[in-house]
């Protein structure tokens, strides 16, 4: 075939298939906990126990804290840059416009209800301050100002994009915080599942078809767990990753297990597109090869923190944002921002392999067969 052929080829491609990415979605929903906070706890100031709404949080790229619980934008506001939507507005926020999408994702949310966390005596460690199934109601009460009618509604969200978590962090970290028995914490799993599969059902009873579920973390390789949960035999560690393995595990039966429920609400619901997104493998990738990713090559260790006060630069009573806490020189060399969450940059690598691959199924802008 002649190059005249591939000439035209290509202007027929550039004509008929403008980039995939532009006004695919009409909106962008997103739910979850201080992962994907956008600043839900600050809608009426900044709390004073609030030290991840204080500075150094947002010095990256807002130049000021806006409630995100990293030094710039988290996965969901790269994710809506990327579509060409505003990153959407925390879902508290007084004079916002939600016709684009909101953010429901409010700092220690957890996947279940307090009301589980009290009945196994854990009503201490819980932190609650919007399940997802609370989420889904102020998405309900928030309908008037981002629709007019339920049939606007409906269509509305039938071209939106709804991220629902990452949930179950949270509960998990409520269980472990109490010294729980990991046994005991592992047979919380199917109800920490089973609720955010009802959410997603929810969202799809409202005319959602677009849905990505993002998966928990590796607590094991967070500064925050290496430094409380210290493990006393040496095998007890990851020999590569130095991570601690018993708590990887925990995340990875969870995530195998949410894989599994979203399986069978793709085949209980045809015509619905339920992406997973993966957080596990990024974080272990910039783990295990950090230079690849920017990141220097290191034993996990948080960017902002007290140095000198708690190995992994983390200390529970100088943590970041607190006297004492500031960030190191360069917060893009670093995954972990404040020894729980991440860094812009891991969040920018994270949102990438989600919207392109390879750290969702399917990636959110695979084009289907
Ligand atoms: C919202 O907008 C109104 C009028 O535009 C203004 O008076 C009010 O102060 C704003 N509220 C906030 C919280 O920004
Ligand atoms: C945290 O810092 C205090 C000093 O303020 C120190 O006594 C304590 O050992 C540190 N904790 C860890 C886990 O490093």
Same mark, same amino acid.
């Given at each position: ?20 990415? $532009? ?30 709404? !204080? ?22 506001? +790269? ?63 928030? *309908? ?31 269980? #472990?915080?109490?010294? !729980? ?6 047979? +919380? ?13 929810? #969202? ?50 969870? @995530? ?11 085949? *209980? ?32 260790? $948080? ?29 893009? @060399? ?36």
């Amino acid at each position: 075939m002649g190059r005249q052929f591939f000439i035209c080829l290509a202007l027929i491609v550039a004509v008929l298939c403008p980039p995939a990415a $532009a006004q695919k979605y009409a909106a962008l929903f997103s739910f979850g906990d201080s992962l994907s906070d956008a600043g839900n706890l600050c809608a009426d100031g900044i709390p004073s126990y609030l030290a991840t709404a !204080r500075p150094p949080y947002g010095m990256t790229y807002f130049g000021h804290p806006t409630g995100r619980v990293s030094n710039g934008r988290v996965a969901v506001d +790269f994710i809506a840059q990327e579509l060409g939507l505003p990153m959407p507005p925390p879902s508290k926020a007084h004079n916002a416009s939600f016709r684009r999408g909101a953010n429901f994702a409010i700092t220690g949310a957890t996947s279940v209800d307090p009301s589980f966390f009290e009945a196994h005596g854990l009503g201490g460690t819980v932190w609650n301050s919007g399940s997802l199934h609370t989420q889904l109601r102020w998405f309900d009460e928030l *309908k008037p100002s981002i629709c007019s009618s339920p049939k606007d509604c409906r269509d509305l969200f039938r071209r939106s994009l709804f991220i629902v978590g990452e949930f179950g962090g949270n509960d998990y970290a409520s269980s #472990l915080a109490a010294f !729980r028995p990991l046994e005991e914490v592992h047979t +919380f799993v199917p109800h920490i599942v089973n609720s955010i599969g009802k959410g997603i059902e929810k #969202l799809i009873a409202e005319g959602a078809v677009e849905l990505v579920v993002p998966g928990v973390l590796p607590n094991g390789c967070f500064p925050l767990y290496l430094a409380i949960f210290r493990r006393q035999q040496p095998e007890m560690y990851g020999p590569r990753t130095g991570c601690i393995k018993d708590l990887n595990t925990l995340s990875w039966v969870h @995530n195998a297990m949410l894989r599994r429920k979203i399986a069978e609400l793709r085949k *209980k619901h045809s015509g619905v597109r339920i992406m997973y997104a993966d957080y596990y493998t990024p974080v272990l990738q910039f783990v295990l090869h950090a230079e690849k990713w920017g990141f220097l090559r290191q034993t996990p260790r $948080a960017c902002c923190g007290a140095p000198g006060v708690g190995e992994h630069n983390f200390n529970l009573t100088h943590k970041c944002g607190d006297p004492g806490g500031h960030a190191c020189d360069d917060p893009s @060399n670093h995954w972990s921002w404040d020894g729980v969450h991440l860094t812009e940059a891991a969040h920018g690598h994270i949102a990438k392999g989600w919207l392109y691959g390879p750290f969702a199924d399917p990636p959110i802008l695979q084009t289907r067969p």
